[in-house]
């Protein structure tokens, strides 16, 4: 009785043939009620060529982002209830395409890799642990639950025209979130690989990325901490 249209973007390298659209009917009272959901009940009912990835279900693994009704998320914590009839699902924009739903993310995870993710310290390794007391251990909430999902960097702007070489908000908010850290040690050096026209400065606090994280979190104010923290060196 419950019957809902999803236009669902495919691309297949295999074929000549162009990008299109599929229209794809979903039994609403056979399936979950997440646009994942949906995508798992058409491969499984309908068409077992579509292309998508997913892990988790639940908001952890980040390997869901999509563009759903315009907007980035995560198929499996968006509400089919939440999207018009028929619903639109696209793969993330600004990226080249694998199939289907399914982006190809090499240049921003190496472009994550480049902000050196990992703990540097230069002091002698202590007998137990670098401990951190609980109001250092609380500057990175906000940064820390990033999944890496690239939600924010697939909808900013300034990523779009420069992404070659502006890190784009993902790798920024993941720097700043070492940069924030008490126990690292490689402050000077970390701002040193940012300090750059484009790496860094190409952000235009234009916030799509803050509007479109599907954590909550906020890569805008992060970039602006970076921003703050170059300039206080220079003086
Ligand atoms: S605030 Fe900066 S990083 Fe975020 S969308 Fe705007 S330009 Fe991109
Ligand atoms: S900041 Fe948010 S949108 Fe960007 S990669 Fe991390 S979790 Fe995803
Ligand atoms: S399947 Fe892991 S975040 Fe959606």
């Not at 009785?1 to 009272?29: Q, W």
């Not at 190409?202 to 602006?224: D, E, F, M, V, Y």
Request: glycine fraction near 4%; charge should be negative.
């Amino acid at each position: 009785m419950r019957v809902k249209a999803f236009e669902i973007y495919r691309y297949d390298p295999d074929t000549d043939d162009s990008p299109r659209l599929d229209t794809f009917e979903v039994d609403l009272d056979d399936c979950g009620p997440m646009v994942l959901d949906a995508l798992i009940w058409i491969k499984n009912n309908v068409d077992s060529t579509l292309a998508f990835r997913r892990s988790c279900r639940e908001g952890i693994c980040g390997s869901c982002a999509m563009t759903m009704d315009g907007t980035n998320w995560l198929a499996c914590t968006r509400f089919i209830s939440d999207l018009a009839t028929p619903a639109t699902v696209y793969p993330l924009a600004n990226m080249r395409i694998i199939k289907d739903l399914v982006p190809d993310l090499t240049h921003v995870f190496a472009q994550y890799a480049m902000i050196e993710p990992w703990l540097q310290t230069r002091t002698p390794e202590p007998e137990r642990e670098r401990p951190q007391s609980p109001e250092e251990r609380s500057r990175l909430d906000g940064y820390y639950e990033c999944i890496l999902c690239f939600c924010c960097t697939s909808g900013c702007p300034s990523h779009w025209w420069n992404g070659d070489r502006f890190l784009g908000p993902a790798a920024l908010l993941q720097a700043y979130r070492w940069l924030a850290d008490s126990r690292d040690e490689a402050t000077g050096e970390r701002l040193d690989i940012l300090e750059d026209p484009f790496r860094l400065y190409r952000c235009h606090t234009i916030l799509n990325c803050t509007r479109t994280c599907p954590k909550g979190l906020n890569p805008g104010k992060a970039i602006a901490e970076i921003k703050k923290m170059v300039l206080e060196r220079r003086t």
